[in-house]
DNA sequence: TCCTGTGCTACAATAAACGTAGCGATACGC
DNA sequence: GCGTATCGCTACGTTTATTGTAGCACAGGA
């Protein structure tokens, strides 16, 4: 059995794998949230505006296939290496995200 | 008439809005394709897999509402002065994104 | 035993994305 | 003028993804 496709990563550029991936509704949401400690899946949940758990389970399956998301027992879901690598890119968003709001009154 | 709320965007911090702006399908692939070049909406489309034509209006009417796209009419779809500043942090995500599928096996 | 919290799932309803087709407008050659 | 082509963009019916509510089995702790 073919391991689920990443959407459009027919190409096989993985770049387009990857931003598939993350464009997925609460990736993002996902890798920002756990950016600093481990979350439980329902600490998680309420982090995420109490977003419906079927989807974050989905996402957190997908982000767990890519191996950036893992799952360690004691303490909850927690960023791999990779995606610890992966957050670093977009640690600067935060500061772009308030000079972006306040451009477009 | 409120403009229309950018999903999530209810608490006020604008990394929420950021994040779900860009977690929306064909965004972060949008950003991506404008990155060294203006594309009309039927290159855009060529280049994002053929990808239905209505959801990437829609996403440009998003982006652009947003101010980090804009349609020039003489060349295009281009990135603004703003999106090409939010591009500039993905950049290093296609050296990453070689890493990460070749640590996926 | 009972209570609580964990990760995770079922299921029906809603919203988003898809694919195909086609619109009005503009710019060409003839 | 007349066809032809392309532009940005939209209608509409189908498929897929996401939502919301409820609940499962399991593992501690009291």
Redesign the interface.
């Known amino acids: 059995m073919k391991k689920r496709n990443v959407r459009?990563s027919?190409?096989g550029r993985?770049?387009?794998?990857?931003?598939?991936l993350?464009?997925?509704?609460?990736?993002?949401?996902i890798l920002?949230e756990l950016r600093d400690q481990p979350l439980t899946s329902r600490a998680l949940r309420t982090a995420c505006?109490e977003a419906s758990p079927t989807v974050l389970q989905a996402r957190l399956s997908d982000l767990r296939?890519?191996?950036l998301v893992e799952l360690v027992p004691a303490s909850g879901y927690q960023l791999t290496t990779?995606g610890r690598?992966?957050h670093e890119?977009?640690l600067?968003?935060?500061r772009?995200?308030?000079?972006?709001?306040k451009?477009?009154a």
């Open positions: 459009g027919t190409s993985p770049i387009m794998a990857l931003l598939d993350l464009g997925r509704r609460w990736s993002l949401r920002w505006d296939e890519a191996n990779l690598e992966l890119h977009f600067p968003l935060h772009f995200a308030e000079r972006w709001s451009q477009r």
